[in-house]
Structures are given as structure tokens and as C-alpha cells.
């Protein structure tokens, strides 16, 4: 079904009487895909790419090599065969698909093998000393209780062969943790090997980053799928990458031979190129350790990926798990991407949100969790304890605890805070929502606003410390939004302010965040009153916890605090003096006066309009969808869609 939907989201991209203008030597070309996603691509390097001569009839076949915001760049298969008389072509694009491909090899693999102790854990009776008599790396860890208990339950393998799970709540060290364990595992026992996994090429290089900090790049292999560029390889951790080459230009990714790859003791990766390793056939066990950072975003057949590399698959026989798996993540920030809705309801859980909610060793008894078998870390180095205190309560039983230090105190006493003791401003803004071509959303008022707030931070200084670009993020659910805003700031001089959504700061963390929440309507479905994916709790939840010092939201209270969480942050920032009423926001009077006046006259002519069209949207995409299912034999079509074998070659 995932695979079925991203066959018809791939279908918007065709292209009639295209013009190509240039062939680079290389044999490619850069084509410009409107209304493409950068930040959900639907098309990604080695999808296939059919090109039709609109004078000769002509079919040429290219291949994807890289997405870059709206440019995408082929390689065409069979240049010379291109007669290029006219050099307009018809284009569609069709999907490759290895990381669904990857998956069905992974499910293949582990429904031969006993994983039931691994995917399905049972408690089991073990007499392991818990000690923290470390010399420890990072001397903060040193001070963190719950910290030293993962460090050494991990190098104890407490839960073997259940997976043993760090429940790392945003700010609280998650990733620093991993790396000292890592450390730990290599100084304790030079001989074992530790293969970590990420769900993004993003936290794979931080942790590459963080790890050659105190251990020697030699013994490190930084492994990259084939479609990565050198170029967009940080350049600290270049030595760790498995590049070859002597300029930029004509150097690329290789693939270590047997014989050097077991002398890497550590080998990073995302989980979906871990699957190279399969063709190495390492013994059984190689992986003493396998650690999975940022498990909640993966789908558990993802997840299942570098888990079937510590058995054989060659072999009938059964043998006993011996690696310990380590899943690290927060089943509270936001999951897999699932495009398909039939499909959420599977896919949309990861692994670690299953375990923790349907498995009874990894469920509190007596308020505690078995530290044999999950940690939560609760000290939050990240925020201000007022910016985190809604999730702190809504999510993690108020168990976080902030650590104060300078950061996250530089807001503080800024001119500009309703109450200077408290580093949240909740700015009422009356905008209409309204939606573009391509169905996304946007605010015009909440733009204004948001711009102007970014003009008051430029030109501010926290104490001693003036505010810079690189401070600022702005975060906004919705990618018209996220364009309206880029398209001022640009205008501005500030290009290097980022803007995105919630998903791509998840992970990162800004001095000051600013939120746009646009939606200035509330829908309803089945007599419940909802405002769109705003609601989901995962994405509040990540929306929140990104700033440091400052937080700014902008958004319409009387829409937005419909949803009980929203309206949790309305009221705490309430009590403290934290909100400003519309008629109070940085803009010029005439400006406010005009904005109000076209919210008042267009609010419920775009509600009712925008309701029409949302319903009819989903009407058609369940009927489609249900007509393409009917009958086995379709539905046997849907599922495979295009691919001719499930199974990768050995």
C-alpha cells in the first residue's frame, strides 16, 4: 500500500513538451519538478526517469542521481542514442524503491529466524551486578544518574536478548550517552564490533562527529549509500567515509572488501544502507552491540534491517541472539513518515513504541521502569524549564528536570517579554487560512508577524550577546507557510534564518524558536472538532521543545485551543503573563487595523469554502484508492506495483 501510494503521488510529477537544454559531459542534465517537497521527497537518486521525443516518438530511459529543493538531476542510460532534435520530451518519473525493497528482504530474512525473544521479549531471571566504577569520557555523564545506569547496563547486556531501550525525552543527552557507551564498549573490550544505525544520514554523521572526539578514525567506517555526494560530507569525519578519489569531482562511495570491514570495529550507517552488509556474510555474532539511535522514526520493518545481519541467513539451523540491541528514541516525538492511511495504522508504530506500550518488561511497575531493560534519562540540558514545562506534564509524568545554566537564561529580562521572568510570548494573530495550488496552507498575517519578530531579534542583544541568524529558527506545520516566510526573510537579507517544518527540526535545537501555526478554521469529522494534523500530540510535542531560551508562537487561540494541549500552553503562558492579544503584536497600526478587517470579512467564507474542498479531496482519494484494491488479482498488483523480485541478490 505505501509503495502503491507513492506510485500515484509520482504521477503529479509528469511533465508534457519539456525543454532540455543542456547535457553536462557527464551524461546528466538538471530538470526543475514543480511543486516538488524537498523535505518529503517523493522522488529520491535512482528512481527511474522515461523520457519520450515528442517529434520521434523516441523512449530514453535515465536515472535519478540527486534532489536538490526542486532540481532534480538525471542521468541519462543511453546518451548517445539521443538524436535531441528538438529537445522537448515528455517525462514521467517511476519509483525504485530499494528502501521498500530492503524491508521485504528484511521480513523474508527474520520470518525464518527465531526473533521471537528479540521482537516479542519475555522477562528473564539474571544475577548482573549494576556498577559505575568507569573512567568516564565525558565528565558530565559522570553526574547524571540515569546516564551511567544505560552506560553500564549496556556494556553488561542486562537485557540480552531483548532489546535494551534508552527513552531519551528531548534535550536529555540521548545521543551523548550512546557515544560514551560506544566508548566504553571499545575501551572495556577492544575485540568486540558495534554496528550504529540511524533513521537519517543526519544523526549518522552527528554521531561520527561526536565519536572520533575520542576515538581514532581508523578503527570508525562511516558508510554511505551510493547516492551520497562527497560534497555533502562534513569534513571532519571525511576520513571515516568510504570514499575514494583525488579531486571532488571523480571521487565516489565504494564498498570496503571482507578483509578490511572486519577491522573497523565500529561501522555507522542508516538503517536501510546497513543492508550492504548482508553481502559480507560476517560470522554469526560479529556485532557484539547493535544500536539503533532515532528508533522512532523507523517502521519496524526498517528497523528490522541491520537486526537480521547477526544471524547467518545461509543457515537452517537455530541459534541463540547474542548481540545486544540498543533502541534509542522517544516514542512521544513523532514516528514514521506514512504516506498511505491504510497503512498507518501498521507501519505508523515503531518498534520502540510498540515494546514500550504493549511489552510488560518495558511497562513501569511501582512507578519505576526495570532498569535491566529500559532507562529513562530526565535531566533536560536543552530548555528552559518554562519552555518545557506543558510537555513536561503532558508527556513525561513531570519527571524532566531542567538543568539551569547560561543559555538558557540569556531571554530573561529582554525588554520585549510580557513578564520578564518568563521566556515565552504567545502573540495572538487574526489571519485567514488560506490554501494554495498545490493544497498547502498559508497565513498572510501570521507571515507579517513572524517577519517582524525576526526584525526585533536582529537588531537585539541578551545581555552581552547579540542575536544572530544562526540562532533563529522558525518552525511552521505547513510548507506554504514555510515558503512565505523563507520568500520575506530572503527579501530581508536574512537567507540563513532556518525555516521548516516540524519535521526537519526534529533533533535540532535554536536560542529563540519561533512558531507559525497558521490555521485560523476548525474542521469537524464524525461531530469531532479537530484543526488537521496540528492536533497530532507527537508534533506539538517536537514543535515545543526546540527552543533554548525564547520561545515564540503566533497563532489564533480561539482555532488552536480546541486541541487540549494547546490549549494547556495558552493557559500556562495566561497565568504567567506570557500572552499578547492581537492589538498588542510588533506591526504598524494601519497594518493591524487591515489585517483584522479582512479576518472579520473573509473568516467564515473561507472556512465553509476550504471545508467543501477538503471533504470533496478526501472523498476522491478513498474512492480511488478502494477501486484499485477490488479483487485479488489487482490487489496482488497494487503490492507489488513494478517490482520483479522482492529478494536481493546474495
Not at 519475555?122 to 553526574?143: A, F, G, P, V
Not at 552506560?151 to 550512546?178: D, E, R
Not at 529500559?374 to 530548555?383: D, E, F, G, H
Request: charged share 25%.
Amino acid at each position: 500500500l505505501e509503495q502503491y501510494q507513492a506510485d500515484l503521488e509520482m504521477k503529479r510529477f509528469r511533465m508534457e513538451n519539456y525543454n532540455i537544454t543542456k547535457i553536462t559531459p557527464d551524461q546528466c542534465f538538471i530538470m526543475k519538478v514543480p511543486s516538488l517537497d524537498s523535505e518529503k521527497p517523493i522522488i529520491i537518486p535512482d528512481d527511474i526517469v522515461t523520457l519520450y521525443d515528442v517529434l520521434t516518438k523516441e523512449k530514453y530511459i535515465g536515472r535519478v542521481t540527486n534532489v536538490i529543493d526542486n532540481n532534480v538531476t538525471v542521468q541519462l542510460k543511453n546518451p548517445a542514442a539521443m538524436k535531441m532534435k528538438n529537445n522537448k520530451f515528455n517525462i514521467g518519473f517511476y519509483g525504485n524503491y530499494w528502501p521498500l525493497r530492503c524491508c521485504h528482504y528484511a521480513l523474508s530474512i527474520a520470518s525464518k529466524l527465531n526473533f521471537l525473544d528479540t521482537l516479542y521479549p519475555q522477562q528473564t531471571m539474571k544475577s548482573i551486578s549494576l556498577k559505575y566504577d568507569l573512567d568516564w569520557m565525558n565528565s558530565t555523564i559522570s553526574k547524571n544518574e540515569q546516564q551511567k545506569q544505560a552506560v553500564t547496563n549496556i556494556l553488561q547486556t542486562t537485557s540480552c536478548p531483548a532489546p535494551y531501550i534508552l527513552f531519551g525525552p528531548p534535550g536529555t543527552g540521548k545521543t551523548a550517552t550512546l557515544v560514551e557507551a560506544i566508548c566504553q564498549i571499545v575501551r572495556q573490550d577492544p575485540s568486540k564490533n558495534i554496528l550504529v544505525c540511524t533513521s537519517s544520514n543526519a544523526a549518522a554523521d552527528e554521531i561520527t562527529r561526536r565519536l572520533i572526539q575520542y576515538l581514532p578514525a581508523q578503527i570508525i567506517y562511516r558508510m554511505y549509500a551510493p547516492s551520497r555526494h562527497w560534497e555533502d560530507v562534513k569534513k571532519e569525519i571525511r576520513e571515516c567515509a568510504n570514499f575514494v578519489g583525488s579531486t571532488p569531482n571523480n571521487t565516489i562511495s565504494i564498498f570496503l572488501p571482507k578483509e578490511i570491514l572486519i577491522l573497523k570495529k565500529i561501522i555507522i550507517s542508516t538503517l536501510i544502507t546497513s543492508v550492504r552488509l548482508a553481502a559480507v556474510n560476517f560470522r554469526e555474532n560479529h556485532f557484539s552491540h547493535i544500536i539503533i539511535d532515532e528508533a522512532s522514526q523507523a517502521t519496524e520493518p526498517e528497523t528490522l534491517v541491520p537486526l537480521i545481519l547477526t544471524k547467518n541467513a545461509g543457515k537452517n539451523d537455530i541459534t541463540n541472539f547474542h548481540a545486544q540491541i540498543v533502541i534509542a528514541g522517544d516514542h512521544f516525538q513523532l514516528g514514521p513518515v506514512i504516506r498511505n492511511r491504510l497503512a498507518e495504522n501498521i507501519l505508523g508504530k515503531s518498534m520502540l513504541e510498540r515494546l514500550m506500550n504493549d511489552c510488560d518488561v518495558y511497562k513501569k511497575k511501582d512507578g519505576k521502569y526495570n532498569p535491566h531493560y529500559v532507562t529513562k534519562l530526565v535531566k533536560n540540558y536543552r530548555s528552559h524549564r518554562h519552555i518545557i514545562h506543558v510537555p513536561n506534564d503532558h508527556f513525561y509524568e513531570n519527571e524532566l528536570e531542567c538543568y539551569e545554566h547560561a543559555d538558557t537564561q540569556i531571554a530573561l529580562n529582554w525588554n520585549r517579554l510580557p513578564n520578564k521572568k518568563f521566556p515565552i510570548i504567545f502573540q495572538e494573530v487574526l489571519g485567514v487560512e488560506e490554501r494554495s495550488e498545490s493544497r498547502s496552507v498559508y497565513n498572510t498575517a501570521e507571515v507579517f508577524v513572524v517577519v517582524e519578530y525576526v526584525k526585533i531579534l536582529m537588531n537585539t542583544n541578551f545581555g552581552k550577546r547579540k542575536i544572530t541568524q544562526s540562532d533563529i529558527g522558525i518552525v511552521t506545520p505547513f510548507k506554504k507557510q514555510q515558503l512565505e516566510i523563507k520568500r520575506r526573510l530572503v527579501v530581508k537579507g536574512w537567507e540563513n534564518i532556518m525555516v521548516g517544518t516540524v519535521e526537519i527540526f526534529q533533533g535540532q535545537e535554536r536560542t529563540v524558536m519561533i512558531m507559525s501555526t497558521v490555521r485560523s478554521k476548525i474542521f469537524t469529522h464524525n461531530d469531532v472538532q479537530h484543526i488537521g494534523f496540528l492536533s497530532n500530540p507527537k508534533r506539538f510535542n517536537v514543535a515545543i521543545t526546540r527552543a533554548k531560551a525564547l520561545l515564540i508562537i503566533t497563532g489564533n487561540p480561539k482555532i488552536i485551543c480546541t486541541d487540549k494541549h494547546w490549549q494547556a500552553l495558552w493557559e500556562y503562558c495566561k497565568e504567567n503573563n506570557g500572552c499578547r492579544l492581537f492589538d498588542q503584536c510588533p506591526l504598524e497600526p494601519a497594518l493591524k487595523a487591515d489585517l483584522k478587517k479582512y479576518y472579520e470579512t473573509n473568516l467564515n467564507k473561507t472556512s465553509e469554502t476550504n471545508a467543501a474542498v477538503s471533504n470533496e479531496v478526501s472523498i476522491h482519494i478513498e474512492t480511488d484508492l478502494m477501486k484499485n484494491v477490488k479483487g485479488l488479482e489487482t490487489l496482488t498488483n497494487v503490492l507489488v506495483c513494478g517490482i520483479e523480485k522482492v529478494t536481493l541478490k546474495e
